[in-house]
């Protein structure tokens, strides 16, 4: 439809263009000149022969934009037979110059400076095998100048074009790096959301199954320590849902997250608490400087420790023994989960989703994970964080 649309107009144009040539061939009667010296002296009278090849010499405007340098050399031949016959064509030639235009608005520069050439060389031809003439050079240099000034603002609608099409094109390209970028990003927030809610939901919901279980087998032998089991799954619920609360809540636009700070080191005793009336028993051990750490890296210390207890609670076994170690030095600092795995070969270990999150945390801050059984039985998990200048 645009091809149609162009060809149409250039139509349009070639038959305003012939109507203004030919008006223009039949004035130059040598009686109406005015004023002399414009055209040549002894000029041919106009006639049908001279109207037919004005006509042919605006035919090729009617393919401009599609074959502009082929229009151009076609439309030529009429011109140079005109001049060869001695008719005047003086202001007539207006396709001639539609024709430069449209090759140096719609071409390389090679094919704009061939047509530049070509209409020159055409233009001195006629100029040479033409009648004698009473024009001046001064005329002659303008008929040049008007050519080539044609000629140079063809050139510069190009450049303009070719540089809002770069505009364009650039425009395109920091739109779409823009939208990936921010799938990007929304895969991130994505798998940063799944892995809190994974430590949350593993971490408690394993505390929970391993308190029930205690209340089930006490329920009947003690009631009040089956009771106090309750208790403490009653208490991890509540405290799984407000952490799944706030997590969940990011994800709401109607709704508001509370603004509550993310846990770190120093729940860790809370941590270890817990494990304990859970059934793990557990130590913890926190040695070197007492500086903070980047926020970043003491959720990711939080995590591995939770993540690391509750695979102690699930798979070491009733009567297991873990060991928190916390060690920050000046460059570095160091988290490490032990347990003695008493219950290892009943439940062997796998990797899951949460070791495989806490593999992502710990090199996201640039960290050392090293995941495995010890020697003589248990199984542990340390990782190192690097600190710069001490934080």
């Known amino acids: 439809m645009r091809a149609d649309r162009t060809t149409f107009h250039d139509s349009v144009l070639a038959v305003l263009v012939a109507a203004v040539s030919v008006v223009l061939f039949l004035a130059q009667d040598a009686e109406r000149l005015e004023p002399p010296g414009l055209f040549p002296a002894e000029v041919r009278a106009p006639d049908a022969v001279g109207v037919l090849l004005v ?5 090729p405007v009617a393919v401009r934009r599609r074959w502009p340098l082929a229009g151009l050399c076609a439309s030529l031949v009429p011109e140079t037979l005109l001049s060869a016959l001695g008719y005047g064509i003086g202001l007539a030639g ?18 704009a400076l061939g047509g530049l050439l070509l209409s020159l060389v ?9 009648p004698p003439s009473t024009a001046r050079w001064s005329d002659h240099v303008a008929a040049i100048v008007v050519l080539v000034a044609v000629w140079g603002g063809g050139r510069s609608l190009r450049l303009r074009r070719a540089y809002l099409e770069e505009l364009r094109d650039r425009a395109t390209r920091l739109e779409r790096a823009h939208a990936a970028d921010t799938r990007a990003a929304r895969a991130e927030e ?9 430590d949350v939901v593993a971490h408690h919901v394993s505390v929970m199954t391993v308190q029930a279980a205690a209340a089930r087998k006490v329920l009947a032998a003690d009631p009040e320590l089956a009771r106090e089991a309750l208790s403490a799954i009653e208490s991890t619920g509540r405290t799984a849902m407000a952490e799944m609360r706030d997590i969940v809540g990011v994800l709401r636009a109607d709704a508001r997250a509370e603004l509550t700070p993310q846990p770190g080191m120093r729940d860790l005793p809370a941590l270890v608490e817990q494990m304990r009336e859970a059934g793990l028993i557990t130590t913890l051990s926190v040695e070197g400087e007492a500086e903070p750490v980047p926020a970043g890296v003491d959720l990711a210390a939080y995590r591995l420790v939770q993540e690391g207890l509750t695979n102690s609670l699930r798979h070491a076994g009733t009567g297991a023994r873990a060991v928190v170690t916390v060690r920050r030095g000046r460059d570095e600092l160091e988290v490490r989960v032990e347990d003695d795995g008493l219950g290892a070969a009943v439940s062997p270990r796998r990797p899951g989703h949460g ?13 050392i994970l090293t995941i495995g059984p010890k020697a003589g039985g248990g199984f542990k998990v340390r990782a190192t964080f690097p600190l710069k200048d001490g934080q």
């Open 122 to 130: 055409v233009y001195g031809v006629g100029v040479s095998a033409g």
């Open 355 to 367: 070791l495989v999150g806490i593999r992502e945390r710990v090199a996201l801050y640039g960290g």
């Open 55 to 59: 006509l042919l010499m605006c035919v």
């Open 190 to 198: 994505r798998s940063r959301i799944a892995r809190e809610l994974h």
């Open 94 to 111: 207006v396709a001639g110059v539609v024709l430069l235009y449209s090759v140096a608005s719609h071409r390389g520069l090679a094919a």
